[in-house]
């Protein structure tokens, strides 16, 4: 049973355009919400993350928006760069749940110059 | 650089044969996780400690499966008897200042772990 999904498993974006990365759940109990990005053969890199009690935030071009009625949250990228090119996998945490990740299959994203 | 770190970062390893793997945590995070990663897939849990005390385990993982965190600093992984199916990149993650709220976790580069 997947909790967390990203169900489109590629996206491409020509450069400077707005790349937007969707993702879905289905556990109320989640209370965190994460984006991860990864290249081949590394290990995630965390971009931000969002609190349940907030519909937004924002770290320069990247910024998360959550919907908790709908239970969505999506990733925009403004403007998207070549550099941004990977596979962006979305995490949520139960906190009390010892804080572990679940995680969505990911999305690949490739940016085109 | 005061990251995450794990070795090796490449074992290729004969089905029946044992391995070991390490994780060096952020030197002040109280959390380390274990996850396994398959090709196409998300990073899946395996192992949770705090400090020294692992907290939880996943039913995946079976009982060739060990793991540890002596004196609350690094940890290891241990595989024993090696099947083809464990063939996957294994992710250690740390976490949490001690009595922080922070959720975020970090990871090593994984070790990627071949079982022919």
């Known amino acids: 049973d997947q909790q967390v999904k990203q169900n489109s498993p590629s996206l491409s974006v020509q450069e400077g355009r707005i790349s937007i990365l969707n993702c879905d759940y289905t556990n109320s109990m989640f209370d965190y919400f994460l984006w991860y990005k990864k290249y081949p053969a590394e290990g995630p890199t965390f971009l931000i993350s969002?609190?349940?009690i907030k519909d937004k935030n924002e770290d320069g071009r990247f910024t998360v928006f959550l919907n908790k009625s709908a239970k969505h949250l999506s990733l925009h990228i403004v403007p998207s760069q070549p550099g941004d090119s990977a596979v962006y996998f979305c995490a949520a945490v139960n906190a009390g749940n010892n804080r572990k990740l679940i995680w969505g299959l990911g999305t690949s994203l490739a940016v085109n110059p | 650089d005061t990251g995450v770190s794990q070795n090796p970062r490449h074992k290729i390893t004969k089905r029946g044969q044992n391995v070991t793997f390490r994780c060096d945590p952020i030197?002040?995070?109280?959390?380390l996780y274990w996850y396994r990663q398959t090709l196409g897939q998300g990073p899946e849990f395996l192992t949770y400690?705090?400090?020294?005390?692992?907290?939880?385990k996943s039913r995946l993982l079976s009982d060739r499966f060990s793991a540890e965190r002596p004196k609350g600093s690094f940890s290891t992984l241990e595989i024993q008897r090696t099947e083809q199916g464990d063939s996957a990149m294994y992710l250690c993650?740390?976490?949490?200042?001690?009595?922080?709220?922070?959720?975020?976790?970090?990871f090593g580069p994984g070790t990627r772990l071949t079982v022919t």
């Open positions: 400690f705090q400090n020294e005390a692992q907290l939880e």
């Open positions: 993650a740390s976490s949490g200042l001690a009595g922080g709220p922070s959720y975020e976790q970090y």
């Open positions: 969002i609190s349940s």
């Open positions: 030197s002040e995070h109280n959390r």
